[in-house]
């Protein structure tokens, strides 16, 4: 695979997966920036095409809800994504926001 994030997705497993319809879809997290209040992660996602996220959510990272989160945007647009897009930019709603 001759991409620069070919590094980041030759490793032994993927950081997640997704069964969205009948395709899986790995994810792998290549980047995680922040900035202020908000983080920024850029993911890679390998299913039956190749495409690039960043998501942008509430820092810290690191609870189970932000990474359940992270993987329902992502699902979402997958499903979404009929056009073949291969990029995007997608936000997590602050938990207070997923409650109302």
Request: negative net charge; glycine residues 4%; proline residues 4%.
């Amino acid at each position: 695979m001759k991409h620069e994030l070919s590094h980041v997705v030759n490793s032994p497993a993927a950081h997640a997966s997704l069964i969205v319809d009948s395709d899986r879809w790995d994810l792998y997290v290549f980047g995680v920036t922040p900035v202020g209040r908000d983080m920024f992660l850029q993911l890679a996602l390998i299913g039956p095409r190749i495409c690039t996220v960043t998501v942008r959510a509430r820092a810290p990272i690191g609870n189970i809800s932000t990474a359940r989160g992270v993987l329902a945007v992502v699902r979402d647009w997958i499903e979404s994504s009929h056009d073949d897009a291969d990029q995007a930019y997608l936000e997590l709603a602050v938990v207070s926001e997923l409650a109302s």
